[in-house]
């Protein structure tokens, strides 16, 4: 089973700063089949990235995703206020596995 | 407009069974797995399991295997999470999701709450 671990754990930036969360897999995996979801309190998660690299509809241009093999980056730039939240990485297709999530805080 | 809609909160007794359901709308839902996930409060995601209504083609998360059962009712486009004996252990928010390969929509969640 491939494993997924998220880093840092906890990211504390300022609106405006750029983030950058990264993800890594126990063993290689496509990125066509990757992707990072966010989750805000109370909310179910939604989609932002799929295939490692593409904008889900509706996702703003200063979310970008990149990696292959087993290392994968989610970043976004300039952050505004509804920014904060939680982000997890996936990945799917043959099987399915979540990261432990990366909590992205206002500083 | 693609939607699915879960049924509402539960609270039951150690022991007791339940089935939460979760209705998709807007699409065919035939043509999409539909997947769960789990979210013990304050915690992360965990990959349950997903079932495709087309055939009712069913695979489990090893974690998850023999401890929940999940099936679909395509005349009704609903798909659905079953546990045969609750255990506090299983207190947590319940997700459904549509699969396009990523989880491309998602439903409210179902929170169930296990105690006696």
């Known amino acids: 089973e491939i494993v997924l671990t998220q880093s840092p754990d906890t990211l504390s930036l300022s609106p405006g700063e750029r983030a950058t969360l990264s993800c890594r897999a126990s063993q290689s995996v496509g990125s066509s089949y990757f992707g990072w979801y966010q989750q805000k309190p109370g909310q179910a998660p939604r989609l932002l990235i799929y295939?490692?690299?593409s904008r889900a509809t509706g996702i703003p241009d200063r979310f970008s995703g990149s990696g292959s093999g087993t290392d994968f980056t989610l970043t976004i730039n300039r952050l505004e206020p509804e920014d904060f939240a939680v982000y997890y990485c996936q990945h799917y297709g043959s099987s399915y596995t979540f990261g432990q999530g990366t909590k992205l805080e206002i500083k | 407009e693609v939607q699915l809609v879960q049924s509402g909160a539960e609270l039951k007794k150690p022991g007791e069974s339940l089935k939460i359901s979760c209705k998709g709308s807007?699409?065919?839902?035939?043509?999409?797995?539909i997947g769960w996930v789990r979210q013990v409060p304050g915690k992360g995601l965990e990959w349950m399991g997903m079932i495709y209504p087309g055939d009712s083609e069913t695979r489990y998360s090893p974690s998850f295997q023999g401890q929940v059962t999940i099936s679909a009712d395509k005349s009704i486009s609903t798909a659905h999470l079953q546990w045969s004996s609750l255990k506090a252990s299983d207190t947590a928010m319940y997700y459904c999701?549509?699969?396009?390969?990523?989880?491309?929509?998602w439903g409210q969640g179902t929170l169930v709450t296990v105690s006696s």
């Open positions: 295939s490692a690299s």
């Open positions: 999701a549509r699969l396009s390969g990523p989880l491309d929509f």
């Open positions: 807007g699409y065919s839902f035939t043509s999409y797995w």
